[in-house]
């Protein structure tokens, strides 16, 4: 009978410490769990803040790339000084001159000093008695600097004669253009850029005889 106490005993005290350990081992599975289901959601997400920084990687060479486009656009579309271009003002020029475009000979000596080409004469329109012709000029020397390129306007009496010329310099044009009057002022041509000639006549108004002849050449006839 000892015996058998003894090793029921024995088997009670081996329960109760299974009893003891076990909510322990729990406890250590479902921290372990907990763990395991901790990391499989931080993949996810270590994963999609990866994928956002490549994407925004990519975003950030796609709008570098986009910028240098534009700006190579923009280098593209900026356009070309035509400042000193007498074309712009004296569209014929562009053609090959006309025989009415040609000075008449005993006009031809006012060029003398210019060196104007008298190939490059073109003709830009007439008054009662006058007939206007423009033409580019080469470089203007002002006390021994380049002022820039010219452009010159030879008026031509009925006689077939020249006895002076008005110059200005392509840069300035758009501020004025080019006027030349009979001393008189009873006729008179006014070169102008395009875009200025219908300002160009409003600022005369108030004088008589100017009219439009061409698209930027206003003359006017008041005798």
Known sequence: MVRSQQFQTDRSDAL???LIEMPKAVKNRERAQGQRSHFQ???PQDSSASTRK????RVGAGALAGGLVLGALALALT????????????KS???AQQEVDKLPAGALPVLASTGIDPSQTRLLGHSATIRYYGAPAP???TNGATAGKTICMIPVDARGESKSL??????????YGLKIETPDRTEAGWLVVPAAAESSLESVKNEAGWSRQAPNFLVRNNN
């Open 166 to 175: 008005g110059c200005t310099l392509l840069k300035s044009f758009e501020s």
């Open 93 to 95: 020029l562009t053609k």
């Open 79 to 90: 356009p070309e000084d035509r400042s000193e271009d007498a074309s712009r003002i004296i």
């Open 54 to 57: 490549r994407l925004g990687l």
């Open 41 to 43: 959601h931080l993949r």
């Open 139 to 141: 470089e203007q020397i």
């Open 16 to 18: 109760r410490q299974q």
